[in-house]
């Protein structure tokens, strides 16, 4: 081939590692046109594994390289070109890796996504491109996978990866092969290094992480890979993370290495001119002296750390106890109310702790019938606690050693190892294993509290900001709650501004009350309390806080919508709810906010976002809220949810169909099965749901799908949906915007208008047993039969039909009636204007004569007074008469008819 014939080059980074070479071999598989050319510098177990299968695989050695034109570049796990003999000024060039922060360039194309390594990612083009591998082939991608991923076990490989290693597997990749080049011993030369690194581990702690940063001198002319003593390091030391800085003459190699999520070591090689992944990363640094290095880095390692989790991050903060003077049996029956698997024992006298008491030894104690002795025969003896500001790891330690599945958590300030402190809150196994193994969504919000500012108007903002200083100095977590967040995370602006309390909502809202003003009403039972905000207090706020707040001089929402503020606030003390019987309304109690949440119908109600001081913006997902609404699914929190609460039921298609969402598939199920038990739910909880669904911003939605999922059979036998219903609903927008019809029907009554559409053309005693049903008023029942009564005397009118009589006959009908009926009547274009010219004239036409004018004539009153009167409309309506000149000749030639006296 001669040097004007253009050429493919597939490349990858120097140093290359299996993942780099392996995905070269991928790129040739797939552009088979293409050279894959190795760098000049390889790992040694790469070396030594090309040196024993050179014959089968394509590669070519850098010295082999003949100059030649370049004009196409395919990069492979690298974003960062090196110069060939023969390259174009600017080639093609494409990016296939996984190192996803690098900032892209312009003219080049590429593809880089998160996985665990980039010979996954050629691996599934392989697959989809329906191509086969041979035995060494697969072998060496298998090696790629493996060691980018150790094995599969580092917390950046994703199932992707298991996928790709498992067809690999298939494609007959030799496991004992991968295992022997990943393990390949050290050469004297660096077994020495490692012993100079090993003695010279400068260890120190951050943000609670054991790190390790260690140097040493290279001899002259060692070119060995520095990988592998880094990776036998970090075996022996078993730091959360590790820095090694060798020494290459006037140059510092800095090889990382984390074994922890929260040490993300290419934040620190970044920094310093180099690259790669959260747990493995590498730099040169020229012209450079390792202990110089050594100084940057430490300094960088406070960024490179995250700040240590703590008991504080996963308690629930309020804790239900048991004293120990309490029975078996009270015990037994106060876990059945809650479904709590384990209560901390207290003292009955100081509250102190005592031991923990499982369900599994209540269990066991009532089956050999020891209800009635006190719990502390069966209890675990002992005062274990943490405190918030102890690490999870802590909590970790503290269960596996004690046996505890809760933990009981007492305040910072308390004595030594909290024995004479009361407990404040409790962690539990299912804390721990929801923090470990709760998967981050793609959709987890980074940064909620900027989130929260830029969707809330700025007086809201300012307000949120003044609560939650008067909440934290009050040391009680605050929250927003459900629907809210749930909007904010899908873009939808929210004027509600309620908020949770963990501790004491009253004493909050006094607190609020004292340093703002405005007034107060609470309910002590309920441990609720309602801020009322003047405008004054929103401007004395607005005042103090509105520097943060991305749009400080506005009071508009990003869609330049100026909502109003609303005149009240409303916090709730955080509570837990037991349902005593199916469709009962549940009986309330205080609870954490954990609790408050797991009371809630849907995951994606579940969300929260605390509030308080240094909290503020922290979002909290307990039950895969954020999950769910990633992927569009409306998913109940436990199988017996709508067996608690049928209502749920009408509440989840509402809310599918607003939200465009699906009913997730086992909710499906669980809400069919549920169905019978709306028969149990009082009418007026029943309307309460149809009212709200009523008000969606298409109802029809929602109607079609209870009737599709057999809900209104359950509702009341014979209701039905039918196309002329739906059809119906869709002209109700457009008549109530009609210059003729707006003012016909006050905002609140809308939901009668489609309550009568949807029952109209349905049988009478469908239509009474309906609104029987539901408890609706006796106006609403009297209503919607009277649309039907209409219906049929509109059936009855002809052509010729004169004003008068129609206008006798619509009169007795209210105004939401008529509105109805012409909404029906839409498509005949005769009744409809016969209805449009009543509503707008004929109802209106009044005659200029009255009765006192009759009596001022002489005219002895009596029955004939309404006829004559009656009479007189009729020919203003007729159009026979049109003054009171034309009433007065007329009602004398009435007069004169009947032979009245005068």
């Given at each position: 081939m001669?040097?004007?014939?253009?050429?493919?080059?597939?490349?990858?980074?120097e140093?290359?590692?299996?993942?780099?070479?392996?995905?070269?071999?991928?790129?040739?598989?797939?552009?088979?046109?293409?050279v894959?050319?190795?760098?000049r510098?390889?790992?040694?177990?790469?070396?030594?594994?090309?040196?024993?299968?050179?014959?089968?695989?394509?590669?070519?050695r850098?010295?082999?390289?003949?100059?030649?034109?370049?004009?196409?570049?395919?990069?492979?796990?690298?974003?960062?070109l090196?110069?060939?003999?023969?390259?174009?000024?600017?080639?093609?060039?494409?990016?296939?890796?996984?190192?996803?922060?690098?900032?892209?360039?312009?003219?080049?194309?590429?593809?880089?996504?998160?996985?665990?390594?980039?010979?996954?990612?050629?691996?599934?083009?392989?697959?989809?491109?329906g191509?086969?591998?041979?035995?060494?082939?697969?072998?060496?991608?298998?090696?790629?996978?493996?060691?980018?991923?150790?094995?599969?076990?580092y917390?950046?490989?994703?199932?992707?990866?298991?996928?790709?290693?498992?067809?690999?597997?298939?494609?007959?990749?030799?496991?004992?092969?991968?295992?022997?080049?990943?393990?390949?011993?050290?050469?004297?030369?660096?077994?020495?290094?490692?012993?100079?690194?090993?003695?010279?581990?400068?260890?120190?702690?951050?943000?609670?992480?054991?790190?390790?940063?260690?140097?040493?001198?290279?001899?002259?002319?060692?070119?060995?890979?520095?990988?592998?003593?880094?990776?036998?390091?970090?075996?022996?030391?078993?730091?959360?993370?590790?820095?090694?800085l060798?020494?290459?003459?006037?140059?510092?190699?800095?090889?990382?290495?984390?074994?922890?999520?929260?040490v993300?070591?290419?934040?620190?090689?970044?920094?310093?001119?180099?690259?790669?992944?959260?747990?493995?990363a590498?730099?040169?640094?020229?012209?450079?002296?390792?202990?110089?290095?050594?100084?940057?880095?430490?300094?960088?390692?406070p960024?490179?750390?995250?700040?240590?989790?703590?008991?504080?991050?996963?308690?629930?903060?309020?804790?239900?106890?048991?004293?120990?003077?309490?029975?078996?049996?009270?015990?037994?029956?106060?876990m059945?109310?809650?479904?709590?698997?384990?209560?901390?024992v207290?003292?009955?006298?100081?509250?102190?702790?005592?031991?923990?008491?499982t369900?599994?030894a209540?269990?066991?104690?009532?089956?050999?019938?020891?209800g009635?002795?006190?719990?502390?025969?069966?209890?675990?003896?002992g005062?274990?606690?943490?405190?918030?500001?102890?690490?999870?790891?802590?909590?970790?330690?503290?269960?596996?050693?004690?046996?505890?599945?809760?933990?009981?958590?007492?305040?910072?300030?308390?004595?030594?190892?909290?024995?004479?402190?009361n407990?404040?809150?409790?962690?539990?196994?299912?804390?721990?294993?929801?923090?470990?193994?709760?998967?981050?969504?793609?959709?987890?919000?980074?940064?909620?509290?900027?989130?929260?500012?830029?969707?809330?108007?700025?007086?809201?903002?300012?307000?949120?900001?003044?609560?939650?200083?008067?909440?934290?100095?009050?040391?009680?977590?605050?929250?927003?709650?459900?629907?809210?967040?749930?909007?904010?995370?899908?873009?939808?602006?929210?004027?509600?501004?309620?908020?949770?309390?963990?501790?004491?909502?009253?004493?909050?809202?006094?607190?609020?009350q004292?340093r703002l003003?405005?007034?107060?009403?609470?309910?002590?039972?309920?441990?609720?309390?309602?801020?009322?905000?003047?405008?004054?207090?929103?401007?004395?706020?607005?005042?103090?806080y509105?520097?943060?707040?991305?749009?400080?001089?506005s009071?508009?929402?990003?869609?330049?919508?100026?909502?109003?503020?609303?005149?009240?606030?409303?916090?709730?003390?955080?509570?837990?709810?037991?349902y005593?019987?199916p469709?009962?309304?549940?009986?309330?109690?205080?609870?954490?906010?954990?609790?408050?949440?797991?009371?809630?119908?849907?995951?994606?109600?579940?969300?929260?976002?605390?509030?308080?001081?240094?909290?503020?913006?922290?979002?909290?997902?307990?039950?895969?809220?954020?999950?769910?609404?990633?992927?569009?699914?409306?998913?109940?929190?436990?199988?017996?949810?709508f067996?608690?609460?049928?209502?749920?039921?009408?509440?989840?298609?509402?809310?599918?169909?607003?939200?465009?969402?699906?009913?997730?598939?086992?909710?499906?199920?669980?809400?069919?099965?549920?169905?019978?038990?709306?028969?149990?739910?009082?009418?007026?909880?029943?309307?309460?749901?149809?009212?709200?669904?009523?008000?969606?911003?298409?109802?029809?939605?929602?109607?079609?799908?209870?009737?599709?999922?057999?809900?209104?059979?359950?509702?009341?036998?014979?209701?039905?949906?039918?196309?002329?219903?739906?059809?119906?609903?869709?002209?109700?927008?457009?008549?109530?915007?009609?210059?003729?019809?707006?003012?016909?029907?006050?905002?609140?009554?809308?939901?009668?208008?489609f309550?009568?559409?949807?029952?109209?053309?349905?049988?009478?005693?469908?239509q009474?047993?309906?609104?029987?049903?539901?408890?609706?008023?006796?106006?609403?029942?009297?209503?919607?039969?009277?649309?039907?009564?209409?219906?049929?005397?509109?059936?009855?009118?002809?052509?010729?039909?004169q004003?008068?009589?129609?206008?006798?006959?619509?009169?007795?009908?209210?105004?939401?009636?008529?509105?109805?009926?012409?909404?029906?009547?839409?498509e005949?274009?005769?009744?409809?204007?016969?209805?449009?010219?009543?509503y707008?004239?004929?109802?209106?036409?009044?005659?200029?004569?009255?009765?006192?004018?009759?009596?001022?004539m002489?005219?002895?009153?009596?029955?004939?007074?309404?006829?004559?009167?009656?009479?007189?409309?009729?020919?203003?309506?007729?159009?026979?008469?049109?003054?009171?000149?034309?009433?007065?000749?007329?009602?004398?030639?009435?007069?004169?008819?009947?032979?009245?006296q005068?």
């Amino acid at each position: 081939m001669g040097y004007n014939s253009p050429m493919l080059l597939i490349l990858t980074h120097e140093k290359a590692d299996f993942d780099a070479i392996a995905s070269q071999l991928g790129a040739y598989k797939l552009f088979p046109d293409g050279v894959p050319l190795l760098p000049r510098y390889l790992n040694r177990n790469v070396q030594q594994f090309l040196n024993l299968y050179w014959d089968v695989l394509p590669f070519m050695r850098p010295d082999d390289w003949r100059r030649r034109r370049v004009d196409e570049v395919i990069l492979v796990d690298t974003q960062n070109l090196n110069s060939v003999r023969g390259m174009a000024r600017n080639p093609q060039v494409r990016v296939i890796d996984h190192h996803v922060d690098h900032e892209p360039r312009p003219d080049w194309t590429y593809q880089v996504e998160a996985v665990g390594a980039t010979t996954t990612l050629l691996v599934e083009m392989l697959q989809a491109n329906g191509l086969l591998l041979t035995p060494e082939e697969a072998t060496l991608l298998l090696l790629g996978v493996y060691e980018d991923t150790g094995s599969l076990t580092y917390d950046t490989a994703t199932a992707r990866d298991v996928r790709a290693a498992a067809w690999l597997f298939e494609q007959g990749a030799q496991l004992d092969v991968v295992r022997r080049f990943l393990t390949i011993p050290l050469t004297s030369e660096q077994q020495a290094l490692y012993a100079e690194l090993q003695a010279n581990a400068n260890w120190s702690t951050v943000q609670g992480r054991a790190i390790v940063v260690t140097t040493a001198v290279a001899p002259q002319g060692f070119n060995d890979e520095i990988s592998s003593i880094a990776h036998r390091l970090r075996e022996t030391l078993t730091p959360a993370g590790l820095f090694v800085l060798v020494q290459l003459g006037h140059d510092v190699q800095l090889v990382a290495r984390s074994s922890h999520a929260s040490v993300d070591v290419s934040l620190v090689a970044k920094a310093l001119g180099g690259g790669g992944h959260s747990r493995a990363a590498a730099a040169l640094i020229v012209g450079a002296t390792a202990a110089a290095v050594a100084q940057k880095v430490t300094a960088l390692l406070p960024k490179a750390v995250k700040p240590l989790v703590r008991v504080a991050a996963i308690m629930s903060y309020g804790v239900q106890t048991i004293t120990s003077a309490q029975t078996i049996a009270e015990a037994a029956h106060q876990m059945r109310r809650t479904g709590h698997e384990g209560y901390p024992v207290v003292d009955q006298e100081n509250g102190r702790i005592q031991g923990l008491l499982t369900r599994n030894a209540v269990d066991r104690a009532m089956s050999h019938e020891m209800g009635q002795l006190p719990v502390n025969r069966i209890m675990k003896m002992g005062a274990i606690t943490v405190r918030p500001s102890e690490s999870i790891e802590r909590v970790q330690e503290l269960m596996l050693r004690e046996g505890w599945g809760q933990i009981p958590v007492v305040a910072d300030m308390g004595g030594a190892e909290g024995i004479d402190t009361n407990p404040i809150g409790i962690v539990t196994r299912t804390d721990l294993l929801n923090y470990w193994f709760q998967p981050v969504t793609e959709t987890a919000e980074s940064d909620m509290r900027a989130l929260l500012a830029a969707s809330l108007q700025p007086e809201m903002w300012a307000l949120v900001q003044a609560v939650s200083a008067a909440a934290a100095e009050l040391q009680m977590p605050l929250y927003f709650v459900g629907g809210l967040v749930r909007d904010i995370l899908l873009g939808k602006s929210s004027i509600d501004l309620d908020m949770v309390v963990e501790g004491d909502a009253i004493l909050l809202v006094r607190n609020l009350q004292t340093r703002l003003g405005g007034d107060v009403h609470t309910h002590s039972r309920f441990g609720t309390g309602k801020w009322f905000v003047t405008p004054e207090i929103w401007a004395a706020v607005f005042a103090q806080y509105r520097g943060d707040h991305p749009y400080p001089k506005s009071t508009q929402s990003k869609n330049n919508y100026v909502q109003p503020l609303p005149a009240s606030i409303d916090f709730v003390t955080a509570r837990s709810e037991f349902y005593a019987a199916p469709s009962a309304l549940p009986e309330v109690e205080r609870g954490s906010i954990k609790l408050d949440l797991h009371r809630r119908d849907f995951t994606i109600n579940t969300l929260a976002v605390r509030l308080d001081g240094a909290h503020l913006g922290e979002l909290l997902d307990f039950y895969g809220g954020q999950r769910d609404l990633e992927h569009g699914l409306i998913r109940v929190l436990h199988s017996l949810s709508f067996i608690d609460d049928p209502t749920r039921v009408l509440r989840a298609i509402r809310l599918e169909q607003r939200l465009g969402f699906m009913i997730e598939t086992r909710t499906a199920e669980l809400l069919d099965n549920a169905l019978p038990m709306l028969k149990r739910v009082t009418g007026d909880r029943i309307r309460h749901e149809i009212e709200l669904a009523l008000r969606e911003a298409d109802p029809i939605l929602v109607m079609e799908r209870f009737a599709g999922l057999g809900v209104m059979k359950q509702i009341y036998p014979g209701l039905i949906w039918t196309p002329e219903m739906a059809a119906a609903f869709k002209r109700v927008p457009q008549l109530l915007a009609d210059p003729i019809w707006h003012k016909a029907l006050p905002p609140e009554s809308k939901e009668f208008l489609f309550f009568a559409l949807w029952l109209t053309s349905l049988p009478q005693a469908v239509q009474e047993g309906t609104v029987e049903r539901l408890k609706g008023r006796k106006s609403t029942r009297d209503d919607v039969l009277a649309v039907a009564d209409l219906l049929h005397l509109l059936q009855t009118v002809t052509s010729d039909i004169q004003p008068s009589v129609v206008t006798k006959m619509l009169r007795p009908f209210p105004a939401r009636v008529l509105l109805a009926a012409r909404i029906i009547v839409a498509e005949n274009p005769f009744k409809a204007q016969l209805l449009d010219k009543y509503y707008s004239e004929w109802r209106h036409v009044k005659t200029s004569l009255s009765g006192a004018d009759l009596r001022l004539m002489g005219l002895k009153p009596g029955p004939t007074y309404s006829i004559w009167l009656e009479r007189l409309l009729a020919a203003r309506l007729n159009g026979e008469i049109n003054d009171e000149t034309g009433e007065r000749l007329l009602l004398a030639e009435l007069i004169q008819e009947s032979g009245a006296q005068r």
